[in-house]
């Protein structure tokens, strides 16, 4: 996979654009800045709009690519993001010491998908934020027939809501939705997708 992200992001062109996801940037500009985590954050888009609001920014991805075009927006924004490359259990971030962590379209295999997400709850502070958007298991029907709508091909790495709830069932509900929406998102996000959305609490 490493290979695969390292080759989409080496065009000059950013992969997922340059502007915050949509159901991300409404959430994140509510609330009060602290310590936030991007884990699968590619070429920083995300990363970089939290730090433009006064956020501690960390992230984290397998790509070097990823990391490079992450460093040149952020530099173009005069802002500082700390962007790590490796596994999480490489990374020895330390528990509870982040108010927010995100995943944005964050597909991990289903053979890690659980051990991954109980890792990042464990880095979550109480009362810290977890704000996901993913791709729906009804996005097979929409990027089957639009290629450029994205998102994993393989139903295993698509979400359903009893999956989420299954990792994240500890947290207090604050959004749990899925829904048809239009992604305009550089070159491999665009047209109409089928996305989950949650935000959940940490006790």
């Known amino acids: 996979m490493k290979e695969f992200w390292n080759e989409r992001y080496s065009a000059e062109a950013y992969a997922y654009g340059t502007e915050p996801n949509e159901f991300y940037r409404e959430i994140i500009r509510n609330l009060e800045p602290g310590k936030v985590l991007f884990p699968a954050e590619g070429e ?12 501690d920014v960390a992230a984290f991805d397998l790509s070097e690519e990823g990391k490079a075009k992450a460093e040149k927006l952020a530099e173009s924004k005069g802002v500082n993001i700390d962007y ?21 379209f964050a597909h991990f295999p289903p053979s890690i998908r659980s ?27 929409y990027n089957s027939k639009n290629p450029k709508a994205g998102g994993p091909k393989d139903l295993a790495m698509l979400y359903s809501e009893e999956e989420l709830m299954q990792d994240f069932g500890g947290l207090e509900v604050i959004v ?28």
Do not use: C
């Open 84 to 104: 790590r490359v490796g596994t999480l259990p490489e990374l020895s971030y330390e528990d509870e010491s982040f108010d927010v962590v995100v995943l944005i």
């Open 115 to 141: 051990f991954m997400h109980s890792q990042l709850l464990a880095l979550l502070k109480p009362g810290g934020l977890l704000v996901l958007e993913a791709f729906s298991k009804d996005h097979l029907q």
């Open 44 to 55: 920083g888009r995300n990363a970089v709009f939290a730090a433009t609001l006064g956020w």
């Open 176 to 203: 749990k939705e899925e829904k048809i929406v239009a992604l305009e998102e550089g070159e491999f996000h665009v047209g109409e997708s089928s996305v989950i959305r949650f935000v959940g609490k940490k006790s």
